[in-house]
């Protein structure tokens, strides 16, 4: 591996489209968010392009068993409907996405630490606190936990956008443009807020609806999370900035 300046394995990475950073972190947790919904446990790791095909894969899988309205039938205890309606060919296929989403999540869990903990045996940190270029401005800052999660309450991605992890939003943004428009929720919401409860039951699709809740809450706890690392990211660069300024040559560890 390319070495600069003592430095054999980076911090952070500075894009105009992302920040990505090292830092030591629960295994179980994107374990967790591979089970709620395979793909985001990958997000979670700065994982982006094995996120988007393992979630875009379970879509697809999801939508040829019929699992979703499967899985709403049992949960209203309508057991002979639920059987009838999954396919399961497709379901074979489910389960193996589902588990290697889990296990490989866990793993890179695993080693991401490891090199997150090697990374704090090189000494003195290198910070790359600026992008620029023709088409974008990207930098390291101090942010509200709090207010990167509100935005991502009102609507998925945008406490993304907040954090400056504009490929991630992309992502996010997109694909619950997709389960709204798909699933018709907004025309819900209005027939239900009118009284118009049968139209509002008639124009429901819970196939996508069920996707929903993992992506919304995901985006939520992520952008908090995302928040907080980065400050921690910021407040280290402060430190080290100052103890360069400030303090003899010396005396720097």
Request: one cysteine or more.
């Amino acid at each position: 591996m390319k070495q600069l300046g003592g430095i054999r394995i980076p911090r952070m990475a500075l894009s105009g489209v992302d920040i990505s950073k090292l830092h030591v972190k629960n295994p179980w947790m994107p374990m967790w968010w591979s089970a709620a919904l395979p793909g985001l446990g990958h997000f979670c790791q700065g994982m982006y392009v094995k996120g988007l095909l393992l979630m875009s894969w379970e879509i697809l899988i999801n939508f040829q068993a019929h699992l979703n309205l499967a899985i709403l039938y049992t949960f209203t205890g309508q057991f002979a409907k639920a059987a009838e309606t999954v396919n399961t060919e497709w379901v074979v296929f489910y389960g193996v996405v589902f588990l290697f989403a889990i296990y490989d999540s866990y793993r890179t869990g695993v080693e991401l630490n490891m090199l997150a903990r090697l990374e704090k045996t090189q000494g003195r940190r290198a910070f790359r606190l600026v992008h620029m270029s023709a088409v974008s401005v990207n930098y390291l800052e101090r942010n509200s936990p709090w207010v990167a999660a509100f935005w991502s309450a009102l609507f998925t991605g945008f406490g993304q956008i907040y954090n400056k992890k504009t490929l991630k939003a992309i992502i996010l943004l997109v694909w619950t443009a997709a389960i709204i428009n798909f699933s018709h929720v907004n025309d819900c919401i209005v027939f239900t807020l009118t009284g118009r409860f049968e139209q509002a039951q008639d124009v429901i699709n819970y196939q996508w609806l069920l996707f929903f809740p993992s992506i919304y809450i995901y985006a939520i706890w992520d952008a908090y999370n995302d928040s907080v690392e980065l400050n921690k990211l910021f407040a280290e660069a402060q430190k080290n900035h100052l103890q360069r300024k400030y303090r003899p040559e010396g005396e720097i560890g």
